[in-house]
């Protein structure tokens, strides 16, 4: 049987445990997500911090192949929203998570503990977390990031990868770019 990378546990998933904890994954949010549009609403909104948007669990799964996330040791999601982009991720690697939104954090945490994911979701703000600890630095930015941006240049150890690139780095280099069904993804490393 093919195995892929060891995680952070040093285990080995077996590639059909990633397909059948996506298979959940999925199905899990797209029924979330039908909730919403039964109720006449999109799930996506403004929070305090910023805009919480969705990303396709498929296109998810195909970028973090694409990139090879079990060759790295652990990622980090900075405004995590609802969860999925860390759940998606631990099936690779070890997966976190940061939303500062109450009600977006409190979701992603009844989502992830009823689907047992061994992801780490906090509840904080990620200009407190120090960034350097991460092999990939994970964001889809609903504005531009000035200010990400200088701590990421000071802390940035591994890759940033900017999902939907429609606000871009400005001095960090581009090292890829590539598009996953349609979505531009950009990534990014220091110097």
Known sequence: MDLVEPGSDGMKPAIQDIKSDFERIKTYYNTFYASF???GSLPVGATKAGYWGVASSDDLLD???R???SKYNNFIDLGSGDGKVAMIASLFTHAEGVELDEALFSTSMKIMNGLKINAK???MDYFDIDLSVYNVVFINPDQPFYELEKKLRN???GILVVYDAV???MNLRQFDKFFVNGV???IYVNG
């Open 184 to 186: 531009e993804i950009g």
């Open 167 to 169: 606000y871009k780095p």
């Open 37 to 39: 549009m039964a109720k």
């Open 63 to 65: 970028l973090f192949k």
């Open 155 to 157: 802390e940035l150890t």
């Open 121 to 123: 979701l906090h509840k």
């Open 67 to 69: 990139i090879k996330l």
